[in-house]
């Protein structure tokens, strides 16, 4: 892709927003994206986004963990170099389950935090695409993405439409990738 | 959304969403203040003391210590479970309450969280140095070896402590930053200097805040609380095994589990209240940790309180019940033997001063509790002192009797751990917000004093309630 043109609107209130969001897609136009300071409840189904399957991740990377510690203290302590503790027998499970739990659980957070960082895009040294400074402080945004070939009138309607939903500021911004 | 009304405003002061940021992020941005130098020299100070000390142990040897042939085991192990117990509340903040929807969590879990690691690096730290040999630490992981190859004992709660401990600093570590990300990307983005604009930039991982990346945000955090939850149990029952699955009399008992998890909270709460109070008070943060807050957690300090002062009670009857000799002369010793100072501390701050938090206007007032904070983390350091040397200091046989009192090394290393502790803390409080951002903005509209409670002027919020349609959007718990 090369340069990237991005026109939105700025809302000073998350029940503005929400309310826009519907509105827009009530009247068929596709939203890009959305940019809030914090967590707005409701928000992605009004969006039409789909849940998440991070914590379908998460189960598998937690199931990971428990076959793990399970199978690796099985071969140790009753192949590998089989130790008589106390005499209790070799196999001795239920000693077992709290290093099974924590490695369950250390497994399910790791991964599903990892997962959830390349998902998000997230590492340390990426730029971020800022399209306003006041976006992680008290604005929120709608976006929508244009074409090299967007008419101006397309532009021009969604502008409008913007500012009827009560958007305070709108503008428009180009990346470069 | 309904709110009840009874519930107190949790942020004060009629705050929008700008000033929020400001409130929180003005302390980061500003200059160092000179209170703020001179107490992180004092602490850094304190903190070099101790690793001095730690140096001078693992070069001479553990020698240096007051230990002897009968108590093998005594301030180390006591420093250890203390600070891995206040370490204990940051999780239950951040995980316990986020599954029960405490809106009150979220003004204080940021710094509770940011407690809990620190708390978690000073208790692994005695464990280590205890060993003597310190650089054969890597030992207690299971790797293969040339000698056998032999692993560890997987039986053993000892190797159980070596996972609990570090799963729990990980899982921690990784809570906390992950919700650290989008606030740091707010102090990226109100950066002035290129200097800060580039650190944060580099910290807060490209973050922007898009629907998709909130609604991943809230399936992780849902998700870790929901780990976390029996997590932190675990964590202080594996440590309580430590103690339970041994013969020694008042160590042997089956209730060590439940016992020291509340024992954990109670003194990780009192910790908690004694940071978030100075902290409340120099960065002027009065109107986000309220009086709410404050006796909130008070609330969770008399519960925990209580079952500690049961779980003595119990210990002393099942004792006398038993009719177990050893066990009876164990609780007898504790209470009048040579360390009955240790016990009747220990009895004072952590059963009877807690119940004074059953009248309202002393839960609410910041000085007692303050007060209050330090004199729980005073007692249950001397619970753990109580059960760890004087159930060893009378051995099985009479001639192996002890008696063991610290040397200067181990008290510094002690004070030098709280040093390094602080210090952590107060670069952490001057280097990241303090309080949870983008949290404590999404409970505004349900906890601001604008819309909740007697000063409540802002009618429209009811009315858009009352459409159909849009309840359903906000019914949704936070």
Redesign the interface.
Same mark, same amino acid.
């Given at each position: 892709m090369s340069a990237k043109k991005i026109l939105y609107g700025l809302f000073d209130d998350?029940?503005i927003l929400?309310?826009a969001v519907k509105g827009v897609r009530a009247e068929g136009v596709r939203i890009s994206? $959305?940019?809030?300071? @914090?967590? $707005?409840?409701?928000?992605?189904?009004?969006?039409g986004?789909r849940?998440?399957k991070?914590?379908s991740a998460?189960f598998i990377f937690?199931a990971t963990g428990t076959l793990t510690a399970l199978a @690796?203290?099985t071969w140790? #302590?009753t192949v590998?170099?089989p130790?008589n503790?106390g005499g209790?027998p070799y196999f #001795?499970l239920p000693?077992?389950i709290?290093?099974t @739990?924590?490695?369950t $659980?250390?497994f #399910?957070?790791?991964g599903?935090?990892l997962t959830?960082?390349y998902?998000?895009?997230?590492?340390?040294?990426?730029?971020?695409?800022?399209?306003d400074?006041?976006?992680? #402080?008290?604005m929120f945004a709608m976006t929508f993405e244009l074409e090299e070939d967007t008419p101006s009138e397309k532009r021009e309607e969604i502008r409008k439409m913007l500012e009827a939903q009560g958007a305070v500021e709108v503008h428009e911004k180009d990346f470069d990738q | 959304m309904f709110v009840s009304p009874i519930r107190e405003p949790l942020i004060q002061g009629h705050k929008?969403?700008?000033q929020?940021?400001e409130d929180i992020i003005g302390p980061v941005e500003a200059k160092p203040t000179k209170t703020w130098m001179m107490a992180v020299t004092f602490t850094g100070l304190l903190a070099i003391v101790g690793f001095i000390m730690i140096g001078l142990t693992i070069t001479y040897g553990i020698g240096l210590w007051g230990l002897n042939k009968t108590i093998g085991w005594a301030w180390d192990i006591t420093n250890f479970v203390w600070w891995i117990g206040i370490g204990h509340a940051g999780t239950l903040i951040s995980a316990i309450l986020l599954i029960f929807r405490q809106k009150w969590r979220t003004g204080v879990n940021r710094s509770a969280e940011a407690m809990t690691i620190f708390a978690v690096m000073c208790a692994g730290l005695f464990p280590l140095i205890h060993m003597g040999r310190i650089w054969l630490a890597f030992f207690i992981f299971?790797y293969p070896n040339t000698r056998?190859? =032999?692993?560890p004992?997987? !039986?053993?709660?000892l190797? %159980?402590d070596v996972?609990?401990i570090?799963?729990y600093f990980?899982?921690s570590l990784?809570?906390w930053y =992950?919700g650290l990300?989008?606030d740091l990307?707010?102090v990226? !983005?109100?950066a002035t200097t290129a200097f800060r604009k580039k650190m944060y930039?580099?910290?807060?991982?490209? %973050?922007?805040?898009?629907?998709? /990346?909130? /609604?991943?945000?809230?399936?992780?955090s849902?998700?870790?609380a929901g780990?976390?939850t029996?997590?932190v149990l675990?964590v202080h029952t594996?440590v309580s095994?430590d103690f339970a699955t041994s013969v020694i009399p008042g160590w042997h008992t089956t209730i060590f589990p439940p016992y020291f998890v509340a024992g954990a909270i109670f003194s990780g709460f009192a910790m908690v209240l004694t940071l978030m109070l100075v902290v409340r008070k120099i960065f002027h943060l009065e109107e986000y940790i309220t009086l709410a807050h404050i006796e909130s957690m008070n609330k969770v300090i008399i519960l925990t309180g209580s079952i500690v002062g049961v779980a003595y009670i119990t210990e002393l009857f099942t004792a006398w019940y038993s009719q177990n000799q050893y066990e009876q002369y164990a609780f007898i010793n504790r209470s009048m033997g040579p360390y009955w100072w240790s016990y009747w501390g220990m009895m004072t701050c952590n059963v009877i001063s807690p119940q004074l938090f059953w009248i309202r206007k002393l839960r609410r007032s910041v000085v007692f509790t303050f007060f209050m904070s330090v004199v729980i983390n005073i007692g249950m350091w001397f619970e753990r002192f109580v059960i760890i040397v004087t159930s060893l200091h009378r051995d099985f046989i009479v001639s192996s009797w002890s008696y063991y009192t610290p040397t200067v090394v181990e008290i510094f290393i002690y004070l030098g751990t709280i040093g390094f502790f602080m210090t952590l803390f107060l670069v952490f409080a001057k280097v990241a917000p303090v309080i949870a951002?983008?949290?404590v903005?999404?409970i505004l509209?349900t906890a601001g004093d604008q819309y909740i409670g007697a000063g409540a002027k802002h009618g429209h919020h009811e009315e858009?309630t009352s459409k159909p349609g849009?309840y359903?959007?906000?019914i949704?718990p /936070?």
């Open positions: 998350e029940e929400l309310k994206d $959305v940019h809030t300071p @914090f967590p $707005v409840h409701g928000l992605d189904e009004a969006m986004l849940m998440t991070l914590h998460g937690g @690796f203290i140790i #302590s590998n170099y130790i503790y209790k #001795s000693a077992w709290p290093i @739990f924590e490695l $659980v250390l #399910s957070a790791v599903m935090t959830y960082l998902l998000n895009r997230l590492a340390p040294g990426i730029e971020p695409r800022v399209l400074n006041r976006l992680t #402080s008290h | 929008t969403y700008a929020m940021t299971p056998g190859p =032999v692993w004992n997987f !039986d053993s709660p190797l %159980w996972f609990a570090s799963t990980t899982v990784l809570f =992950v990300i989008p990307a707010t990226r !983005d109100r930039n580099i910290f807060s991982f490209g %973050w922007t805040g898009t629907a998709k /990346q909130w /609604q991943r945000f809230e399936s992780l849902l998700v870790l780990l976390s029996p997590l675990s594996i095994f951002l983008a949290e903005k999404s509209k858009e849009h359903e959007t906000l949704k /936070q």
